[in-house]
Antibody, heavy 121, light 108 residues
Framework: QLQLQESGPGLVKPSETLSLTCTVS??????????WGWIRQPPGKGLEWIGN???????YYSPSLKSRVTISVDTSKNQFSLKLSSVTAADTAIYYC?????????????WGQGTLVTVSP | SSELTQDPAVSVALGQTVRITCQGD??????ASWYQQKPGQAPIIVIY???NRPSGIPDRFSGSSSGNTASLTITGAQAEDEADFYC???????????FGGGTKLTVL
């Protein structure tokens, strides 16, 4: 059974880079049947799609975050990562990793539990 | 503002039927998927594609689509269905994914 677990610092200073990792268990991240993605949710607000990466390395980023986001895969560790640069208080959110099957439909079938990242001096 | 529009809040009497809608131009050519999120928990998928329910999702949840509107219907709402619901699909360019703003469902 596929499971996802986010990890990383819970506190990041303004203007610095937020870095999170999602550890995948139950399936090889090299499988070509998934996109590996990130979603975030500011406290008390809705979900926001950040972007995803395919096993070939192709990436897709939200236009609103594209200039600051990098998603990458480490197949040796069965992990994928998110980096968000030049953070501000507006980037304070719960960050989720999730899988999107390669399918004719767009849907996120597995989610991590989420990790809260606070941007504060 | 999101390219997928949802009503912020909807209420339903216990045991009755409720429809939660999601509107957007991209829905004319893309299906939406639907997610239920309870307080303090990660979202879970309840409907995807034309009307597909993942294993473990009760059959009182169903999905449909017409024109620029996707709908999630709960037939015989239960107290445990009270949650936030989000739709998810493509943006108007068809290139990127977006979520709707979410609908808070209250079961009375």
């Amino acid at each position: 059974q596929l499971q996802l677990q986010e990890s990383g610092p819970g506190l990041v200073k303004p203007s610095e880079t937020l870095s999170l990792t999602c550890t995948v268990s139950g399936v090889s991240i090299s499988w070509t049947t998934y996109y590996w993605g990130w979603i975030r949710q500011p406290p008390g607000k809705g979900l926001e799609w950040i972007g995803n990466i395919y096993s070939t390395g192709s990436t897709y980023y939200s236009p609103s975050l594209k200039s600051r986001v990098t998603i990458s895969v480490d197949t040796s560790k069965n992990q994928f990562s998110l980096k968000l640069s030049s953070v501000t208080a507006a980037d304070t959110a719960i960050y989720y990793c999730a899988t999107q099957p390669l399918s004719r439909w767009d849907y996120l079938d597995s989610w991590g539990q989420g990790t809260l990242v606070t941007v504060s001096p | 503002s999101s390219e997928l529009t949802q009503d912020p809040a909807v209420s339903v009497a216990l045991g009755q039927t409720v429809r939660i809608t999601c509107q957007g131009d991209s829905l004319r050519s893309n299906y939406a998927s639907w997610y239920q999120q309870k307080p303090g928990q990660a979202p879970i998928i309840v409907i995807y594609g034309e009307n597909n329910r993942p294993s473990g999702i009760p059959d009182r949840f169903s999905g449909s689509s017409s024109g620029n509107t996707a709908s999630l219907t709960i037939t015989g709402a239960q107290a445990e269905d009270e949650a936030d619901f989000y739709c998810y699909s493509r943006d108007s360019s068809g290139t990127y994914q977006v979520f709707g703003g979410g609908t808070k469902l209250t079961v009375l």
